[in-house]
């Protein structure tokens, strides 16, 4: 079935430090691919989504690249800062679906040391 | 305007007890979604909803749970008998189509289920 893996975690950085979290999908075709971010006590918000291949994803100063080689979504972003402290979870919907459920990864929590 | 509300955000019960969990979704958002996100099974999806019927309700655990959605809108959760592997969050999300052609779900802040 559909899956993804994000890399293991917790990752600790210092501020202004550059920040991958590498994630990678199994799925029949090519599915929409998200990046959702939870910060302390809050809800699940949309950070950046990639419909097809090659389409890259940016917000905040975060970015991810639909890489369909490679069937990854990495997300960067080049110089942290405390605030981004959270949990951040890659997730997939089906291919050719408008609709439909999303199938998340385990999630990878960050910390970001002034 | 108003996101996705979700009642009660915190739910403490016995087991073996029933509970009910209530979504509003986004006005206008006619897709409605139910996920759990436990320590020991991160975030799965339950069912989804598309006006008043059910798709997809293929996460539904066991036939304890059941989720209802009256007149497009307000979604509940209702899970009977509860065991002490039901505690989780719940999360319900609504969607609207965007660009791509693919919906983008917007979560609520969720209701923390504690079975003792």
């Known amino acids: 079935g559909d899956s993804v893996t994000q890399m293991e975690g917790p990752v600790t950085l210092s501020e202004e430090a550059f920040l991958t979290i590498n994630c990678t999908y199994t799925?029949?075709?090519?599915?929409?691919l998200f990046w959702y971010v939870q910060y302390p006590g809050e809800g699940l918000q949309l950070l950046l989504k990639a419909t097809k291949a090659d389409d890259k994803g940016s917000n905040k100063g975060f970015e991810a690249t639909y890489r369909k080689e490679t069937t990854s979504f990495h997300l960067e972003k080049g110089s942290v800062q405390v605030s981004d402290s959270a949990v951040y979870f890659c997730?997939?919907?089906?291919?050719?679906?408008?609709?439909?459920?999303?199938?998340f990864g385990q999630g990878t929590i960050l910390t970001v040391h002034p | 305007g108003a996101g996705v509300s979700q009642s009660p955000s915190n739910k403490v019960t016995e087991k073996g007890k029933d509970v009910e969990l209530r979504c509003d979704p986004i006005?206008?958002?006619?897709?409605l979604y139910w996920y759990r996100q436990s320590l020991g099974q991160g975030l799965e999806f339950l069912i989804y909803?598309?006006?008043?019927?059910?798709?997809?309700k293929s996460g539904l655990p066991s036939d304890r749970f059941s989720a209802e959605r009256t007149g497009g809108s307000v979604s509940t959760l209702t899970i009977q008998r509860t065991q002490q592997e039901d505690s989780a969050v719940y999360l319900c999300?609504?969607?609207?189509?965007?660009?791509?052609?693919?919906?983008?779900?917007?979560f609520g802040p969720g209701t923390r289920l504690t079975v003792l």
């Open positions: 999300a609504s969607s609207s189509l965007g660009s791509g052609g693919t919906d983008t779900q917007y």
């Open positions: 909803f598309q006006g008043n019927s059910a798709p997809d």
């Open positions: 799925a029949t075709g090519y599915p929409s």
């Open positions: 006005s206008g958002h006619t897709a």
């Open positions: 997730a997939l919907k089906l291919a050719g679906t408008s609709y439909g459920k999303l199938t």
